[in-house]
Structures are given as structure tokens and as C-alpha cells.
């Protein structure tokens, strides 16, 4: 049994990034300097959220294409998901861009399913150039599975704060000295029994973990083997519980250990635990993370994006909450093995 | 690992509601809301031909105006968000359910949108206060038809 | 008449801390905190206790949405001493109208007037 590893002997590259994010992302996060392309207005001065929340995605994409100097017609797949009922932001963008498409759904996962996807079309030799990538918007997301926006409940400190962001990587055949994927595990989906949708983080890190460590055994690796490794959005509440599990299963040191969403705003309590959403994980693996590849600080990461697959409809029938995580290894120092 | 043991690390690990500082806050602000209920009905009864028992009517309508403008400039999640129970007990937490899902469902239109969901919050206050009274009226008219108690 | 703000400020205060410790001890969800408040005003009324709380705290228990269950209860109870049982169902709206009626037309014309945000 493969118990989801994958490998990627001729290494696909990601040769552009482009992330885009919200006003309230423009202000308060501590990645905004890294972003592409931030905007005044929550819905892109768009009528709707979901208008605005395509939008996000579509100008994440072109930014990729244009950094990388392709046109629209050179890509082969786009391969997105977000969060919306039936993923309509991911679908529209698609008809906008006019890309053979599959929609892509993990939830907050999906940053890195996408890629796992992209890897293994471009591994197979069925696609040169292939678009992968995430996105949320706040109030889109926010009155679909919880209330609306205006009404006031009072929110515990592990809640999390949907990012309104979206992070798109074109991915092609290997490139030497450039961040490329060289394996990764499909995750099972776990269920600790977890209720409570403002408590997500604790819902998903036993998720993060299983992920975590069949990464680590079916691919003979070792924490230290990596300059870090970073979680989609466990939030601060789930991130301690994730390191409380490592060093109970026998990871003592967790000290490369980063988590996207407590990172996010900053650890700013008006956000809670931090941030989440399909745009979180890939908002910082395609800028930070990225970034730190390209410059070199970074020589090899694992990124391992997790998501809570539940709906509101599961929770008001009273189901626990379901998890899953995708790890992810990118490296930049490897030649091609070809 | 087990559930029941992962629920009891995730007990000790998460950070727990701060239950007497939240019922202190709520302590505060729905005391308050309620003060200002008390000086808008001591306003109509003074400019108005308002008794002490009828002017709860006006006041309670006014209060829900009020409710509609703070929600509306996104002051009335802050509100909540620091008073827990001492901003959704009070009837403009009613009005701030109803207020909050008719504007977030604009974009569906007045019909579908606003008329579709403006009681999905509301709905079950106005069902269960319907339903109840209808069931403790009922028994007291019954009991008070057999003598058992008088009106 | 001072201390009808007092006991209106306290009354109020202790209502909202019974539902906030519905929500926060025995973690019910603030729907359903409501609703056993709801329920609990009408309750209180059949037993003819709430009138006198009124009497004794003014806003402090109209206000609340305890005195929602109260005023249904309340509409039935009266149209049913003159009427019967069928002025259990045709009193229920008698007092609690202004209410309802209220969050009707100023919910639409909020959604006129607004459009929700994101903002912290």
C-alpha cells in the first residue's frame, strides 16, 4: 500500500507565484509587503462578494502568468478550489480564463492538493504548463458557514478569522534553481470527534499530525531534514496542540515548526486564534515561503496545508468535524534527476 | 490516539472562556441597554400620552431603530463581541439578527434575498415565544375553566 | 422614580447574565440561549410573575427578551379571559406587535440603507 506518498523523480518547478489579498489583509497582516497585489475594497469594487471573490482569484493568476511572461493559452490545466457552495468563485474564474479545468476541493487544503495535482500532470508528461492555487473571501465564506456578517456573537479565542486572499503557482516541467516539488503525501481524513466550528484548529491538528508523520516515515525523513515546516491554518490554539502531538509521538524538537494562520495578522487577538480559509495557506506558501526559496534562505520546506471538511448543514446535524491534511516537499538546491 | 484522551489534551491545551469577566461585561452592557430603554420610555411617557405600561411599546420599537443603525455601521458586532449576552438579550439583539440577515442577503435580491432571510436567525425566538405562550395559555385557561386557579 | 433606573440597570444586567451563562457554562449556542429565555418569560407570566418584575424594574424586564415570551403570553392569557380558548391563538399578537412589526420594516430598511462589511 502506498499510504499516499508520491514522488517526483523529474521534479516539476513552480516558476511564478502571484498572491492577492484584501484591504483588511493590506493593513493588519504581517505578509502584506510580500503580496502582489492588494486592493482598497473588500469585493474588488465589485457588486457582490462572490464577484469579489473571483476576482481575487483571476488577477492572482494573471500576476503568476505575467511574472513567468506566459500567455493564457500556454497553460495546459487550471486546477483551483475555494470554499463557496459549489465553488462558484473557482468556476467563473475558470470561464474567464478560458483553461481546461477541474475544480479542486479540501477546503483549506486546497493550496496544497492543487499543487499535489499540478505535480502529477506535469510528472506524467501530460501537461507543460499548469495553474494551481486557492482562494477565500471573508464575507463570502463568513455568511455561508456561519452568520452574517453584521450580527453580533461573541467569539471565543479559537475561533479563526477567514483571510479574504487567494495564491495561484504555475507549475512546468523542472527548472534548476528554482523551488520544485519533489515528493508529497495525500492525507487520510481524521476525526478526533471535534464539534465545535469556532474551534477548528484543535479539529485539524490531529489531521496535520497523521499527515506529518507518514510524510516522514514513507519518505525516510526526519523534522531536521527540513528548514521548516509549516501548517495552512491551524490557528494559535490548533498549533500548540499539533507540537503537544509531535512530541508526544516522539518529534522532541519542533522548533522549525511555523503555522501560516497564527502568523498571519500577527498574532493580533482581534483576529482570535489567527487566520483561516482556502486563501491562508496559499496567500504565505506563494509569497513568504516562496520568497524565502528564491533568496535562498530557505533550501527545503514542507508545507502541509490542512482543512476542515465539514459544512453547516453537517454541524447542525450534529456530526463531528472531519479532517484533512497534503504535505508537500519543495526544495530548491536539487538538480534534475533527468 | 483515542478520542476521549485527544479531547482531554485539546481541554487542557485551549484557552478557556473567561466566565466571570464575560458575565461581568454582559452584567454591564445589558444593564445598560436596558437603563437607555428606561430613559426612552420615560421620554414618551412625558412628550407622550404613554402610561408607564404602554410606553413599552414605542420604546421597544425605538430600541430596534437604534439597533438597525448600529448594525448597519458595523457597531453592533463590537458591541456583541465585548458584552456576549448583554448585547443578544436584549430585544436589539432581536432587532440586530433580523437587521443583520436582511443586509447580508441584499445580494439576492428584496424578495428572495432580504424577505427569504430576514427571520433565519430570528425565526426560532418568534416560534418557540409563539409556540410556549400558546401552550401556557392554554393550561392556565384550562385550569382556571376547572377552578384549580383564577385569572 | 430614581430607583426605577437602578433596578431596570440590575434587572436587565441579571437577565443577560443568565444568558450568558447558558452560552459559556452549559455552551449552548446563542440561538438556542434565546429561545429558553423566550420560553421562560411566557413560562413566568402563566405563573403571573413577570407582570410584577415589570412593576418592579420597568426597561429592566421589557427590554430583555424574556419579556417577548411574556407579552405573547400575556396577549393570549387576556383575550382568553374574555373569549375563551379561542382567544388563546387570535390575543397571542395583541401586545407584543410593535416588536415584530418593528424588526420588519426597519430589517428592510437596513438592507435599503447598508451593505454589510468585513471590518474587525
Partial sequence: ?338 | MEQEKYAHLEKELSPKPPILKNVIKAFLVGGLICLIGQFIALFYITFFDFTERTASNPTVATMIFLSMLLTGFGLYKKIAQFGGAGAAVPITGFGNAVVSSAIEHKSEGYVLGVGGNMFKLAGSVILFGVFSAFVVALIKTILVKFGVVSW | MISIYITSFIVGGLICVIGQLLMDVAKLTPAHTLCSLVVAGSVLDGIGWYEPLIDFAGAGATIPITSFGNSLTHGALAEAEKHGLIGVVTGMFEVTSSGISAAIVFGLIGALLFTSKGNV
Fill in chain 1, 1 to 338: 500500500m502506498k499510504n499516499g506518498i508520491l514522488t517526483f523523480n523529474s521534479m516539476p518547478s513552480i516558476h511564478s507565484a502571484g498572491v492577492t489579498a484584501g484591504p483588511l489583509e493590506k493593513k493588519k497582516s504581517v505578509f502584506a509587503q510580500s503580496f502582489d497585489k492588494l486592493y482598497e475594497d473588500e469585493r474588488c469594487d465589485l457588486p457582490t462578494n462572490e464577484d469579489g471573490h473571483k476576482q481575487l482569484m483571476y488577477d492572482a493568476v494573471m500576476v503568476a502568468l505575467s511574472k513567468a511572461k506566459k500567455d493564457v493559452e500556454k497553460i495546459d490545466f487550471f486546477l483551483t478550489g475555494d470554499l463557496v457552495n459549489q465553488m462558484t468563485p473557482s468556476n467563473f474564474t475558470a470561464q474567464a480564463l478560458g483553461i481546461p479545468y477541474l475544480g479542486m476541493f479540501s477546503a483549506c487544503a486546497t493550496s496544497v492538493s492543487s499543487m499535489i495535482t499540478a505535480a502529477l500532470l506535469a510528472e506524467a508528461k501530460q501537461a507543460n504548463w499548469l495553474i494551481a492555487g486557492s482562494s477565500s473571501q471573508h464575507n463570502a465564506v463568513e455568511r455561508q458557514f456561519r452568520y452574517p456578517l453584521e450580527y453580533g456573537t461573541q467569539k471565543a479565542a479559537t475561533a479563526q478569522w477567514t483571510v479574504t486572499a487567494a495564491g495561484a503557482v504555475l507549475i512546468g516541467q523542472n527548472k534548476p534553481g528554482t523551488p520544485s516539488i519533489s515528493c508529497a503525501t495525500i492525507g487520510k481524513v481524521v476525526d478526533m470527534g471535534m464539534t465545535d466550528p469556532l474551534n477548528m484548529g484543535a479539529a485539524m491538528a490531529p489531521a496535520a499530525m497523521s499527515t506529518l508523520s507518514s510524510h516522514l516515515n514513507g519518505h525516510s525523513k526526519t523534522v531536521d531534514d527540513y528548514d521548516t515546516i509549516i501548517t495552512g491554518d491551524l490557528g494559535s490554539s490548533g498549533f500548540k496542540l499539533l507540537k503537544a502531538l509531535a512530541n508526544e509521538q516522539g518529534l522532541p524538537h519542533t522548533k522549525n515548526f511555523r503555522d501560516a494562520g497564527e502568523e498571519f495578522y500577527g498574532m493580533d487577538p482581534s483576529f482570535f486564534a489567527g487566520a483561516s480559509g482556502a486563501g491562508c495557506s496559499a496567500a504565505v506558501f506563494f509569497s513568504d515561503v516562496y520568497q524565502k526559496l528564491q533568496k535562498g534562505e530557505y533550501q527545503r520546506v514542507l508545507l502541509i496545508a490542512t482543512g476542515a471538511l465539514l459544512s453547516p448543514l453537517s454541524y447542525q446535524q450534529g456530526d463531528t468535524i472531519p479532517c484533512i491534511a497534503h504535505a508537500i516537499e519543495i526544495s530548491i538546491n536539487e538538480v534534475s534527476m533527468i
